[in-house]
């Protein structure tokens, strides 16, 4: 099951390896636009991840999440190619990095219903995750809004290339800011899904990871906040 990892200083963080964590958010469905944020990194065995699947977006209650068998309600979005697993290069920088590379799309749109999967479009610019955890992190956000009962609007924020460390602090305020991310300088992703049949009764923040030790995902902060 996930773990709760104590760093040097005291301070905790969440580690997933090969497994998933989905909690229900304190404002429930209540909400018309929501940002999910998460400051992370994954540990690296200085080797390529080749099957890699990281999504992290919005479920319908914990009980039966994004992987598993049936599914009842997710969105959110899919680092890497739009199928099933991708690769992720690593580069030993510094720092340290895992490049989703822009040939396979820095990421996908994913709605899971019943079991069911379905990718709709992605970008195609390059996407880091910083490889060493312990010295350097870097953020992701997503932001999904309610458009109509059939049409969601979800823009995800990549990282364009390895950077040394987005802090705290920085995360923080690139929550708070809702056109324009804080001072980071990286593009989005964004996509409309139309014709969408879920329930639209996301309550939970849901983030599945597939790989397992020496390449766990190690998250300091994760986020949610409500703009609507």
């Not at 040097?8 to 229900?24: D, H, I, Y």
Request: aromatic share 12%.
């Amino acid at each position: 099951m996930a773990e709760i990892i104590t760093i040097v200083g005291g301070r905790k963080r969440l580690r997933l390896g090969n497994e998933e964590f989905a909690r229900t958010m304190s404002i429930g469905a209540d909400w018309g636009k929501v940002r999910i944020g998460m400051r992370f990194g994954i540990n690296s065995a200085t080797n390529n991840l080749t099957y890699a699947q990281l999504v992290f977006g919005l479920s319908q209650g914990t009980d039966r999440p994004y992987k598993h068998a049936s599914c009842r309600d997710f969105i959110g979005w899919q680092f890497g190619f739009p199928a099933v697993y991708t690769v992720g290069t690593y580069t030993a920088g510094p720092p340290k990095s895992y490049r989703f590379n822009a040939a396979a799309g820095d990421g996908v749109a994913l709605s899971r219903v019943a079991g069911v999967t379905t990718a709709f479009a992605s970008g195609a610019t390059d996407n880091y995750v910083c490889a060493d955890p312990a010295s350097y992190l870097m953020c992701s956000w997503l932001d999904i809004q309610k458009q109509t009962s059939s049409t969601i609007g979800i823009t995800f924020r990549r990282n364009t290339s390895a950077v040394t460390t987005h802090t705290q602090e920085a995360f923080f305020k690139s929550m708070e800011d809702e056109s324009t991310y804080g001072a980071f300088g990286n593009t989005t992703s964004a996509v409309t899904v139309t014709g969408y049949a879920g329930s639209a009764l996301w309550d939970s923040v849901d983030i599945s990871w597939n790989n397992s030790m020496p390449n766990s995902l190690e998250i300091a902060e994760l986020y949610v906040l409500r703009y609507q």
